[in-house]
T-cell receptor, first 112, second 112 residues
């Protein structure tokens, strides 16, 4: 599975949008982009995933660059509960089991 | 519905003791994963089951680590002759058909 690069940390203000970037310049055409987050003292939590098109769900939006070499997780209105480590992970279509290779992630802090 | 549960939540073992960590996946999830998370790091893949078959154990760090899922539901991760470097949070996840993984809260193992 190809590698991703994320900033170590980001800060945001409560009730403002947050854009979390992820670079994956070696992504292949069959790599899915997954985002998970991990709140303090909890297991990781699925957020969203996509292949080529932008995706929306109740938690967030995923914007994928046209060349697919980068993507952005968008939290539309940050709350204090969104403070967590956010992981951007590539999963190959041929990785039939679906195991996840986590990097260091981005630690998001939210200021009231 | 019920999520993934793990027990015990905390375990303290003396060096050299054997430990067994239990995972109850979401009912009906065929795929089950174990991950190890050291302090300040992202989770690292240990092993993967599809039903009762262990299809990938490439992440197990040594032959002291053993996992089983005899009836295709509950899984146990066993660590024999624990060492201090085994201290970590052990996470279990089960996977939906759409490749979303649902994680349990983890078992924090401390080897003294």
């Amino acid at each position: 599975d190809a590698k991703t690069t994320q900033p170590n940390s980001m800060e945001s203000n409560e009730e403002e949008p947050v854009h979390l970037p992820c670079n994956h310049s070696t992504i292949s055409g069959t790599d899915y982009i997954h985002w998970y987050r991990q709140l303090p003292s909890q297991g990781p939590e699925y957020v969203i995933h996509g292949l080529t098109s932008n995706v929306n769900n109740r938690m967030a939006s995923l914007a994928i660059a046209e060349d697919r070499k980068s993507s952005t997780l968008i939290l539309h209105r940050a709350t204090l509960r969104d403070a967590a480590v956010y992981y951007c992970i590539l999963r190959s279509l041929y990785n039939q089991g679906g195991k996840l290779i986590f990097g260091q992630g981005t630690e998001l802090s939210v200021k009231p | 519905g019920a999520g993934v549960s793990q027990s015990p939540r905390y375990k303290v073992a003396k060096r050299g003791q054997d430990v067994a960590l239990r995972c109850d996946p979401i009912s009906g999830h065929v795929s089950l994963f174990w991950y190890q998370q050291a302090l300040g790091q992202g989770p690292e893949f240990l092993t993967y089951f599809q039903n009762e078959a262990q299809l990938d154990k490439s992440g197990l760090p040594s032959d002291r680590f053993f996992a089983e899922r005899p009836e295709g539901s509950v899984s146990t991760l066993k660590i024999q002759r624990t060492q201090q470097e085994d201290s970590a949070v052990y996470l279990c996840a089960s996977r939906s058909r759409s490749y979303e993984q649902y994680f349990g809260p983890g078992t924090r193992l401390t080897v003294t």
